[in-house]
């Protein structure tokens, strides 16, 4: 046995002996691992643990320096000292105790050399403690957060613990993303497209404001998501320590709610609150967790967990008689009216189309509501306003009366204000934002939509399927025409969304990109009951692929308590080449987690949208080229599949194999920036 007692530096100081049964050997090293005068890490089960060889033998410390916590096996031997890498603090390397004056010193553990190493003789744990961070995951999961995604790191490893053990229970799953904003997407898209909460996860000061952009695309959006910050230790909060930051105040304005759990606080109903202002509000919450409430027993804040049970209450509020009449004699006096849905009718969808079967009018989306028709339906116009089709303006030109549903009068849209409206929506907020309407319904759209069914009198059949098929063939013969189009300069934007609207699976989950290739996207792209997902009003470019993440990890859970059951659809992004830019690394994540996701990349070597809006603006294009790797190639470095498509002809292959390929795909096609 090393007698590790005493060393040549320090007075004799005895290292512990514990009574037998209260400590377990452990084997270390071995004999000749570690040269005289060397130190080392050396992690034992989840113990971390300084070894030391000097003359005097091995000795074994706890790796963390009394002083603030500096590794020690990172440490050197100078002079017979161990000295702490961070501050250069000295303590015997044999058992731990600093030169006089100090008294503070690193636990010491028992060595003994052994045939066949160095063993170590470690204190025996009792189970884990029950924390705050278990009883705040506990209530998340009750409230149906079944994803978090996120980075771990130093100021959330106590929360991060707590997710660990989630995860093994098979309570919740955790994506450890490459940057903080992609987890912020991911988690918003995952909300955007099941009605759900999701969650993303990051530590204190900039890993926290990295998550900023994605969570106002959820604010924006009306998407309820949960955001977790880790923070600094409260002992040095506001005193300007490493990664301080105001996070409460960097929070403010995008979280409708935003609270720092405390020592002291109610944590089980801080995350209720959190949970609930996200789902009722469908709005950002945002809790901080300092690094050191982390890891309190949950007995500081009481041990249960919370859940929505007596919480919530039903959103399908039914119209009031009155509104409900003004829309119904709108309607049914009306010879022309149309209908416009937007994203606010997602849940009400299936009675919105039930109520324009009904009255044989034309139904035509907003560009964020692109596929809650299919463009197959007889009635369906495609998309109104800038991305938009022919075949819709056309309607709404003709219309006599509009009748919209979960729509926020973009002006990207551009629906007719001059024109009567009922306007139908949840939030009271909405009704008449931009501009005063006819009939202002508040109700949820689906309930309304069925009243009003039951109310207006069927009319004469109006012929409209037919005319609704003129004008597709009219938009049609126009877009064969575009394909055509040939500068030998890349392919056009046309041929590309022929291709995809013929291969892409009719149920597939698509998040599309800013940029050129979306304002395509919404023209000639025809849907034929894909589920869309896109930035809407924030529009963020980058948003494709992280969006794309969180599909994917909507595909992989049971149905919940409110969302679809989405197991098996396909999950397809696209993007330009400068939007994979902003987040392309996350390919090493999907590959990670053997995500079935297959991103197609349009690229034109261009901020094509920016170059067109300085011509239109007369200005010279200026600094919106862009220099880039191979992106087929970059997608096999990541160990995804990779396809260049450089003409028409090999089209239709290449994105066949990458939808057919298990895990990411990539398919990069070169285009014309002109030929949009």
Same mark, same amino acid.
């Given at each position: 046995?090393?007698?590790?007692?005493?060393?040549?530096?320090?007075?004799?100081?005895?290292?512990?002996?514990?009574?037998?049964?209260?400590? +377990?050997?452990?084997?270390?090293?071995?004999?000749?691992?570690?040269?005289?005068?060397?130190?080392?890490?050396?992690?034992?089960?989840?113990?971390?643990?300084?070894?030391?060889?000097?003359?005097?033998?091995?000795?074994?410390?706890?790796?963390?320096?009394?002083?603030?916590?500096?590794?020690?096996? @990172?440490?050197?031997?100078?002079?017979?000292?161990?000295?702490?890498?961070?501050?250069?603090?000295?303590?015997?390397?044999?058992?731990?105790?600093?030169?006089?004056?100090?008294?503070?010193?690193?636990? $010491?553990?028992?060595?003994?050399?052994?045939?066949?190493?160095?063993?170590?003789? %470690? /204190?025996?744990?009792?189970?884990? #403690?029950?924390?705050?961070?278990?009883?705040?995951?506990?209530?998340?999961?009750?409230?149906?957060?079944?994803?978090?995604?996120?980075?771990?790191?130093?100021?959330? %490893?106590? !929360? $991060?613990?707590?997710?660990?053990?989630?995860?093994?229970?098979?309570?919740?799953?955790?994506?450890?993303?490459?940057?903080?904003?992609?987890?912020?997407?991911?988690?918003?898209?995952?909300?955007?497209?099941?009605?759900?909460?999701?969650?993303?996860?990051?530590?204190?000061?900039?890993?926290?404001?990295?998550?900023?952009?994605?969570?106002?695309?959820?604010?924006?959006?009306?998407?309820?998501?949960?955001?977790?910050?880790?923070?600094?230790?409260?002992?040095?909060?506001?005193?300007?320590?490493?990664?301080?930051?105001?996070?409460?105040?960097?929070?403010?304005?995008?979280?409708?709610?935003?609270?720092?759990?405390?020592?002291?606080?109610?944590?089980?109903?801080?995350?209720?609150?959190?949970?609930?202002?996200?789902?009722?509000?469908?709005?950002?919450?945002?809790?901080?967790?300092?690094?050191?409430?982390?890891?309190? /027993?949950?007995?500081?804040?009481?041990? +249960? $967990?919370?859940? /929505?049970?007596?919480?919530?209450?039903?959103?399908?509020?039914?119209?009031?008689?009155?509104? *409900?009449?003004?829309?119904?004699?709108?309607?049914?006096?009306?010879?022309?009216?149309?209908?416009?849905?937007?994203?606010?009718?997602?849940?009400?969808?299936?009675?919105?189309?039930?109520?324009?079967?009904?009255?044989?009018?034309?139904?035509?989306?907003?560009?964020?509501?692109?596929?809650?028709?299919?463009?197959?339906?007889?009635?369906?116009?495609?998309?109104?306003?800038?991305?938009?089709? /022919?075949?819709?303006?056309?309607?709404?030109?003709?219309?006599?009366?509009?009748?919209? !549903?979960?729509?926020?009068?973009?002006?990207?849209?551009?629906?007719?204000?001059?024109?009567?409206?009922?306007?139908?929506?949840?939030?009271?907020?909405?009704?008449?934002?931009?501009?005063?309407?006819?009939?202002?319904?508040?109700?949820?759209?689906?309930?309304?939509?069925?009243?009003?069914?039951?109310?207006? =009198?069927? =009319?004469?059949?109006?012929? #409209?399927?037919?005319?609704?098929?003129?004008?597709?063939?009219?938009?049609?013969?126009?877009?064969?025409?575009?394909?055509?189009?040939?500068?030998?300069?890349?392919?056009?934007?046309?041929?590309?969304?022929?291709? %995809?609207?013929?291969?892409?699976?009719?149920?597939?989950?698509?998040?599309?990109?800013?940029?050129?290739?979306?304002?395509?996207?919404?023209?000639?792209? @025809?849907?034929?009951?894909?589920?869309?997902?896109?930035?809407?009003?924030?529009?963020?470019?980058? !948003?494709?692929?992280?969006? +794309?993440?969180?599909?994917?990890? $909507?595909?992989?859970?049971?149905?919940?308590?409110?969302?679809?059951?989405?197991?098996?659809?396909?999950?397809?992004?696209?993007?330009?080449?400068?939007?994979?830019?902003?987040?392309?690394?996350?390919?090493?994540?999907?590959?990670?987690?053997?995500?079935?996701?297959?991103?197609?990349? %349009?690229?034109?070597?261009?901020?094509?949208?920016?170059?067109?809006?300085?011509?239109?603006?007369?200005?010279?294009?200026?600094?919106?080229?862009?220099?880039?790797?191979?992106? +087929?190639?970059?997608?096999?470095?990541?160990?995804?599949?990779?396809? &260049?498509?450089?003409?028409?002809?090999? *089209?239709?292959?290449?994105?066949?194999?990458?939808?057919?390929?298990?895990?990411?795909?990539?398919?990069?096609?070169?285009?014309?920036? &002109?030929?949009?």
């Amino acid at each position: 046995m090393t007698d590790n007692s005493s060393d040549a530096a320090t007075p004799s100081v005895a290292v512990p002996v514990l009574p037998d049964g209260e400590f +377990a050997w452990h084997r270390l090293i071995g004999i000749e691992e570690l040269d005289v005068g060397r130190v080392t890490t050396v992690t034992v089960e989840r113990e971390s643990l300084c070894v030391t060889r000097t003359d005097a033998g091995i000795g074994c410390l706890a790796n963390a320096c009394p002083h603030q916590g500096g590794p020690l096996g @990172e440490g050197s031997i100078e002079g017979g000292w161990l000295r702490c890498p961070w501050h250069g603090y000295d303590y015997s390397p044999t058992n731990g105790r600093p030169p006089p004056p100090f008294g503070d010193a690193p636990e $010491a553990y028992r060595t003994e050399v052994r045939s066949d190493g160095v063993y170590v003789a %470690l /204190p025996t744990h009792s189970d884990r #403690t029950r924390t705050i961070s278990d009883q705040l995951v506990d209530t998340m999961t009750a409230w149906g957060v079944a994803w978090v995604f996120g980075m771990v790191g130093h100021s959330n %490893l106590g !929360f $991060a613990d707590a997710l660990r053990i989630a995860e093994s229970r098979g309570d919740l799953a955790f994506i450890g993303v490459r940057h903080e904003g992609a987890a912020a997407f991911a988690a918003t898209a995952y909300a955007k497209l099941t009605g759900e909460l999701a969650a993303c996860f990051a530590i204190a000061g900039p890993a926290s404001t990295n998550m900023l952009t994605g969570l106002y695309d959820a604010k924006t959006d009306r998407a309820p998501v949960l955001a977790i910050s880790g923070q600094v230790p409260s002992k040095v909060r506001g005193r300007g320590a490493f990664q301080d930051t105001d996070l409460s105040a960097a929070f403010a304005d995008v979280a409708r709610y935003s609270q720092t759990v405390q020592a002291g606080s109610d944590a089980t109903e801080l995350m209720n609150l959190a949970c609930k202002t996200a789902l009722v509000e469908r709005d950002v919450a945002h809790l901080v967790l300092p690094d050191e409430v982390q890891v309190l /027993p949950a007995a500081h804040s009481g041990s +249960a $967990a919370g859940s /929505p049970g007596g919480r919530i209450g039903s959103r399908a509020v039914s119209p009031p008689d009155d509104a *409900l009449k003004a829309a119904v004699d709108m309607l049914a006096g009306a010879s022309r009216p149309m209908v416009i849905v937007g994203q606010g009718a997602r849940g009400g969808i299936d009675d919105i189309v039930a109520l324009a079967e009904s009255m044989d009018v034309p139904v035509a989306t907003t560009f964020k509501a692109k596929g809650l028709i299919s463009d197959t339906h007889p009635l369906a116009c495609g998309v109104l306003g800038r991305s938009g089709t /022919p075949i819709a303006s056309w309607f709404m030109n003709e219309a006599d009366m509009l009748a919209t !549903f979960g729509v926020s009068f973009s002006n990207h849209t551009g629906i007719a204000s001059y024109k009567p409206i009922v306007q139908v929506d949840f939030d009271p907020m909405a009704l008449g934002r931009f501009h005063a309407v006819t009939a202002p319904v508040l109700s949820d759209v689906g309930v309304a939509a069925r009243a009003l069914a039951a109310a207006v =009198p069927e =009319p004469a059949t109006r012929g #409209t399927s037919d005319e609704v098929a003129q004008r597709w063939a009219i938009w049609r013969g126009e877009k064969a025409s575009r394909r055509g189009d040939d500068r030998n300069r890349g392919m056009k934007s046309a041929v590309v969304f022929d291709a %995809l609207s013929r291969l892409v699976p009719d149920d597939a989950l698509m998040a599309v990109d800013v940029g050129n290739h979306a304002y395509s996207f919404g023209r000639y792209f @025809e849907t034929c009951g894909q589920t869309v997902l896109m930035s809407g009003y924030l529009g963020s470019i980058g !948003f494709a692929l992280p969006a +794309a993440m969180g599909c994917w990890a $909507a595909t992989q859970r049971a149905p919940g308590i409110w969302g679809p059951d989405l197991a098996g659809r396909a999950v397809v992004s696209i993007s330009g080449d400068g939007g994979f830019g902003q987040y392309a690394m996350e390919m090493t994540t999907a590959v990670k987690y053997g995500m079935d996701i297959t991103h197609v990349l %349009l690229n034109n070597s261009e901020l094509g949208k920016i170059s067109k809006e300085q011509r239109s603006a007369e200005l010279d294009v200026w600094q919106t080229s862009l220099h880039n790797p191979s992106f +087929a190639e970059f997608a096999q470095l990541c160990g995804a599949a990779g396809y &260049l498509v450089r003409t028409p002809a090999e *089209l239709d292959t290449a994105v066949s194999a990458a939808l057919a390929h298990r895990g990411p795909a990539l398919v990069e096609v070169i285009t014309d920036p &002109l030929l949009v």
